[in-house]
């Protein structure tokens, strides 16, 4: 039974939920002894679904990744289903990389401003999840595993990431306005866009995923045509 309101295509569907979160459990395994450890974590994600995380080095997490990289997030989107076992969810397994990647840092911030607060203390540091393989839940009857790039073409997104300043500033000076009280956009994917307001956030979500540079634009006035009607 395919759940309401995602797309059809279960690849662009857990891409959906993934991406509307923004907090998730991190799975590790601890440094001591090996065992299974999970932890709340804020997460953010780059154009190809990686998750970033912005981890202290004196958090349990932080050292068991040190120790063992291997680990997984589970991504929650059953908020609202009176039943949660028929809303959609995603486990992303991959490795973890501690990066100082800038154009990472912002995007994270974009999704996370409170974090500026304590994102330059010397004991926190930037990670990525580098991902292998997911397993989306849809909804009773609808679960499937799939293996990375999960649709999202590597050319496509290289040239997303190449024009992703210009294209967030074009689109803030074309739709800024548009939003209106405050609201902006804060960042952009293949998928949709993140939009903030100080500490208030939302997810613009594209009916069909972009496949260049050329298509933000469309994307972004189909979507909110939409969202205002």
Known sequence: MKTPDLPADNR????????????????????????????????????????ILLLSGLADHTRNLMAAPACSLLLDGTDGHPNPQT??????????????????????LARHPGAALYADFGDFSLWRIIPTRTHFVGGFGRAVWFDAPFGLAPTQIAQLAA???????????????????????????????????????RR??????????????TALAESLNHASG
């Open 12 to 51: 662009q569907a857990l891409r959906q939920v993934a991406r509307s979160c923004r907090k998730a459990v991190l799975s590790t395994l601890a440094a001591d002894d090996g065992s299974p450890y999970g932890s709340l974590v804020t997460v953010a994600f780059d154009l190809d679904l990686s998750p």
């Open 87 to 108: 809303g959609p969810r995603v486990t992303l397994c991959g490795r973890a990389e501690r990066v100082d990647e800038p154009r990472l840092r912002a995007r994270f």
């Open 163 to 201: 024009a992703e300043a210009a294209l967030l500033e074009d689109a803030n000076a074309r739709w800024g306005e548009r939003l209106g009280d405050g609201w902006r956009i804060a960042s952009l994917d293949p998928d949709g866009a993140d939009l903030s307001n100080g500490q208030e956030f």
């Open 204 to 217: 613009l979500i594209f009916h069909s995923p972009i496949d260049g540079p050329e298509r933000v634009q």
